[in-house]
Structure formats: structure tokens, C-alpha cells
């Protein structure tokens, strides 16, 4: 019964057009650098950190998509990096027909809301192991930093595209 449930649920996905499937979520790129160690250990931890983000799409296949969601945190103590860590969390992504504009807004912001707790989970552990307090970064709005990005393109008088 469960299995006739769950046929009747993609049925009516596909019914109102509502194609979308993560096919794979993985790890493309990953560092982490702690290049005064041991000397920062000894230093009194008032950390400055500073959080880079940066998405970006391709298409693989007709209707699939690579989405990569980079993670840069730098953390200094006075004027030495205590440590800086990379994450580039990726996931392919199957997408059905939609406008330009809805597709746009699907790979630079639903998608990223997707890959984000795997990247923080990744930064995270690696923070972790190299024996640092520990790092929970803050969620992200990627739907506001999406129409932020519109506005911006708006402003400039360019068309919103599915690359963005």
C-alpha cells in the first residue's frame, strides 16, 4: 500500500508539473589550513571570522543541473589566520521545464538552501579535527540574498538569466 501511495504522489507531481529530484549531493573541493599552529593554541581565543559564500550553476544534461555552493571561513586572532577552511558542497539536480526566471531562482537559491547544511556540517567537523572551539555557522538566507542579487540587476537595467 505504502508503495501505491508513494506511485500516486509522483504521479501527481508529474501531473502539475513538478519535476524536481536531488540525485546526488557530494563533496567537490574541500581544505582546511592551520597555518600557526601550534603557536595560536597558545594565544587568548577572541577570534575574528569571516564568512565568503559563493554560488554557481551548470548544466549538465538537458533538465540537469551542477550546483556548487562555496564556503570560505577565515578565522584570525589579532593579525594571524587561526585557520581557513574551504568547502565547495555540489549537487546534482534534476529540474523540469520552468521559465527563466523561476529557474534562475532555483539553482542560486533553493538549491544552495539545500547544499548548506552539508556545508556546514563539513566545516563543522574540520573545524573539529583541527582541535579549534567549536564553529556553528548561522543560516543563510539564500531567497533574500537572491532578490537582493535581482535588485542589483535591475538597478544595472540587465535581465535575470539562469546562470546568476
Known amino acids: 500500500m505504502a508503495e501505491q501511495q508513494a506511485n500516486g504522489v509522483a504521479n501527481d507531481q508529474q501531473a502539475q508539473g513538478l519535476q524536481f ?13 592551520a597555518p600557526n599552529a601550534p603557536a595560536i593554541f597558545r594565544k587568548e581565543w577572541k577570534p575574528e571570522v569571516k ?20 564556503l570560505t571561513v577565515t578565522t584570525m586572532v589579532g593579525e594571524e589566520t587561526a585557520f581557513l577552511c574551504e568547502v565547495q558542497q555540489a549537487g546534482i539536480f534534476s529540474i523540469g521545464e520552468l521559465e527563466e526566471a523561476q529557474l534562475a531562482h532555483m539553482l542560486a537559491a533553493f538549491c544552495p538552501n539545500i547544499l548548506f547544511p552539508y556545508a556546514r556540517e563539513a566545516v563543522s567537523s574540520l573545524v573539529n579535527r583541527g582541535t579549534f572551539p567549536q564553529l556553528n555557522l548561522a543560516p543563510v538566507n539564500f531567497d533574500a540574498l537572491f532578490a537582493q542579487y535581482l535588485q542589483k540587476r535591475q538597478a544595472d537595467g540587465q535581465d535575470v538569466k539562469a546562470d546568476a
Open 51 to 70: 564568512l565568503d559564500l559563493d554560488t554557481r550553476s551548470e548544466k549538465v544534461e538537458d533538465g540537469v543541473y551542477q550546483v556548487i555552493l562555496s
Open 21 to 33: 529530484a536531488i540525485q546526488r549531493i557530494f563533496v567537490k573541493d574541500i581544505s582546511f589550513e
